[in-house]
């Protein structure tokens, strides 16, 4: 007779995205990727983001640091660049954000904004120039779209870009700008007598200023600034020769969405799991928090949700890879993945009764975070009204 091998035996506890199996839809290199940055954010970043975001630091050597990770300009071919595909890059930011939001914020400015941004649209003098330090993090980047009266409606810039011989004067002000006070180099966008224009600023040109945004209560592990230009006189060759009109800052800003398409399911899916551990360490009335049924009933809404936007992720990230994402499917995907992280992050909170409101556990700092990125590269509300554009053709933001 031949022996029966004996069933595995049923695993008693799953870690939340396990129940999905999510790790079945990706290749080998893209679970190496998410490890490799995990580890990085499990034993660099975690152990002292608490002390980061109480006194509003990104400490500057962090950029070298992402650079030799290589998740600086990670999906972009060549000068540096690693050239992995877009779901790693995801998976890359999924990580990053499980330890904060700043994280995710940094690499995300530096590469899908202020890399991308010279990769698309620069000359080969600036790509050489700017690319190969950027990936290493020996250079930082940021991006000045925003300004203070124009978030939503960046046409309106009042940035201004005039010729003056063959040179250009920039005049004007950005504000909430990423990595501000740390760059070297800023994108900066500005009104001409040709439509909107690209600049690449070096940040020591006489006449550029970046002032830090202080008192924040989101974001703190980040860096974020007023740039102010003043008479800054630029030669000719610091025009981004190929971007001409808006949609050149907006493809950028859809590079940097997708990236929050993954990310805020990293504060979600941190914020659930230290959730999981403190109901199994935290008793009441003489048992464990997890054993209820309304905890249960949170953890398991909680689980649902957190699965199906990594599910979405995953899909527009082969998409993506595939035969390009429009912008209204990243639309669909940030609206969605960081609305319902920000539900995720308070919910898990509550769980944690009083010390949930201490920089001991997560939640509540993932909570904060995500109220800014609920808000930045498109609030919520355009991307239901581009949502709505694609479902009925009508603008209704005009």
């Known amino acids: ?12 506890t799953y870690r939340p995205l396990e129940l999905f199996d999510t790790d079945r839809l990706l290749d080998q290199d893209e679970r190496d990727i998410a490890a490799t940055v995990r580890q990085f954010v499990e034993t660099r970043l975690k152990p002292n983001v608490e002390g980061w975001f109480e ?9 070298k640091e992402f650079g030799d990770l290589g998740v600086l300009g990670m999906h972009l071919q060549g000068y540096g660049c690693a050239g992995t595909n877009a779901v790693s890059y995801g998976l890359a930011c999924m990580e990053l954000e499980a330890g904060d939001s700043g994280f995710r914020s940094f690499v995300s400015v530096q590469g899908s904004l202020s890399m ?18 950027l990936a290493t993090g020996e250079a930082i980047g940021c991006f000045g779209l925003t300004e ?9 810039m009042r940035t201004r870009a005039r010729r003056d011989g063959s040179d250009w004067v920039l005049n004007g002000t950005k504000m909430w700008i990423t990595n501000g006070n740390l760059a070297d180099v800023a994108t900066v966008w500005a009104q001409t007598d040709e439509g909107i224009r690209g600049f690449l600023v070096p940040t020591d040109t006489p006449g550029f200023t970046a002032n830090a945004i202080h008192r924040k209560l989101s974001l ?7 740039l102010v230009l003043d008479n800054v006189r630029l030669p000719a060759s ?9 949609s050149g800052p907006l493809s950028c800003l859809n590079e940097a969405r997708f990236g929050i398409v993954f990310g805020a399911l990293g504060a979600a899916r941190d914020s659930l799991e230290s959730a999981i551990a403190y109901t199994h360490s935290r008793e009441v009335f003489d048992k464990p928090l997890a054993s209820y049924q309304l905890t249960q009933e949170k953890l398991a809404n909680m689980t649902v949700e957190l699965g199906k936007g990594m599910l979405l992720a995953i899909h527009l990230g ?3 890879d595939a035969d390009g994402v429009r912008p209204e499917q990243i639309s669909l995907g940030k609206l969605n993945n960081v609305r319902e992280a920000l539900a995720i992050a308070r919910e898990c909170r509550t769980l944690l009764g009083g010390s949930g409101i201490t920089l001991e556990y997560s939640p509540l700092r993932h909570a904060n975070n995500l109220e800014s990125v609920l808000t930045y590269e498109g609030t919520s509300e355009m991307h239901l009204l581009a949502i709505g554009k ?8 005009r």
């Open 1 to 12: 007779m031949t022996a029966t091998a004996a069933p595995a035996a049923e695993k008693s």
């Open 55 to 63: 006194s509003a630091t990104l400490p500057r050597e962090l950029a």
């Open 116 to 133: 991308f941004s010279i990769y698309r649209f620069g000359s080969e003098e600036q790509k050489n120039e700017w690319l190969p330090r």
């Open 148 to 156: 203070p009266d124009f978030g939503s409606n960046p046409a309106g």
């Open 220 to 226: 703190r592990a980040s860096v974020t600034s007023e």
């Open 238 to 246: 610091a025009q981004l020769p190929l971007a001409q009109g808006l």
């Open 318 to 320: 082969r998409i993506k």
């Open 390 to 397: 694609a479902l009925t053709g009508q603008a209704a933001f």
